[in-house]
């Protein structure tokens, strides 16, 4: 018997605005938007990783201290 699979990421376009009067499927596209850096990955029988990086200016970075 195969183990089950968990379903991958979908694939999606940052470009393209989401249903905004959908209850969800906006999480990919605000990552995106606000994000600097993404990276999407998928791992057999362990599912999905999502990473982002968000690059902070020093005034940003003083006030956050």
Known sequence: ???ALRPALPA???GVLPDLT????RGLF?????ADHVQLRTHPQRGATV??????????LRTAS
């Open 12 to 14: 999606t376009d940052p």
């Open 51 to 60: 990473s982002f990086d968000k690059i902070l200016t020093a005034p940003l």
């Open 1 to 3: 018997m195969l183990p």
């Open 22 to 25: 959908a209850e969800s499927g």
């Open 30 to 34: 605000l990552i995106h938007a606000l």
